[in-house]
């Protein structure tokens, strides 16, 4: 069973950066993907970023050039970078595990608790 545990969210003015977290235990096989997804109230959640076992990564149009995710496979961490922060970044950030499909997809079966991350303008 593989868990993962967020941290790092926060409230910060606009422009400004936040770093991300997510500490993974279990299994996680060396084959999966990792990726941040978001979800604003009232929204539907979407990706962010994933990141592959070759350490490829692709991100989400509204993120590319602002956002940069990273993974230490040593401490089995998982980061995500976010540097010009706007308001429309403000959500609860998830950090996911699984076969690569699955995370593309947008349905991993392993998901950390949140962080909440809030950008004032």
């Known amino acids: 069973q593989v868990q993962l545990v967020e941290s790092g969210g926060g409230s910060v003015q606009a422009g400004g950066s936040l770093r991300l977290s997510c500490a993974a235990s279990g299994y996680i096989y060396s084959s999966y993907c990792m990726g941040w997804f978001r979800q604003a109230p009232g929204q539907e959640r979407e990706g962010v970023a994933v990141?592959?076992?070759?350490?490829?990564?692709s991100y989400a149009d509204s993120v590319k050039g602002r956002f940069t995710i990273s993974k230490d496979n040593a401490k089995n961490t998982l980061s995500l970078q976010m540097n010009s922060l706007k308001p429309e970044d403000t959500a609860m950030y998830y950090c996911?595990?699984?076969?690569?499909?699955?995370?593309?997809?947008?349905?991993?079966?392993?998901w950390g608790q949140g962080t909440q991350v809030t950008v004032s303008s």
């Open positions: 990141i592959d076992s070759d350490l490829s990564t």
């Open positions: 996911a595990a699984d076969r690569c499909p699955s995370v593309v997809a947008g349905s991993p079966d392993n």
